[in-house]
Nanobody, 124 residues
Framework: GQLQASGGGLVQTGDSLRLSCATSGHTFSRGTMGWFRQAPGKEREFVAS?????YYADSVKGRFTISRDNAKTTMYLQISDLRPEDTAVYYCAADDRCFSVSSFYRQRSKYYYWGQGTQVTVSS
């Protein structure tokens, strides 16, 4: 299975974006799909994920919303009120398992499939 992230760009503080992650060759209709991000010089960090419920990093709660289309072939991350600290490469990730342990959603090592990243740059 492949994941293809898109939708990033150069935006200003307060703007909104919608990132997409399209799947091909494999469906994750019953699995977990999520977003991570990596800022320059920092480790890749959890942003949001969903399967049995949606989970968000504290830093994005209330501003980011994760969703999937009805066919479960595309995942989205709606981002509002963008801030300079949101600048990062955003990666989509997936796994065939629907995690039953809430902490698993935040762990990079639990995801088997990864897409290439899409750059989000927020200017102040």
């Amino acid at each position: 299975g492949q994941l293809q992230a898109s939708g990033g760009g150069l935006v200003q503080t307060g703007d909104s974006l919608r990132l997409s992650c399209a799947t091909s060759g494999h469906t994750f209709s019953r699995g977990t799909m999520g977003w991570f991000r990596q800022a320059p010089g920092k480790e890749r960090e959890f942003v949001a994920s969903s399967c049995r419920g949606a989970y968000y990093a504290d830093s994005v709660k209330g501003r980011f919303t994760i969703s999937r289309d009805n066919a479960k072939t595309t995942m989205y991350l709606q981002i509002s009120d963008l801030r300079p600290e949101d600048t990062a490469v955003y990666y989509c990730a997936a796994d065939d398992r629907c995690f039953s342990v809430s902490s698993f959603y935040r762990q990079r090592s639990k995801y088997y499939y990864w897409g290439q990243g899409t750059q989000v740059t927020v200017s102040s």
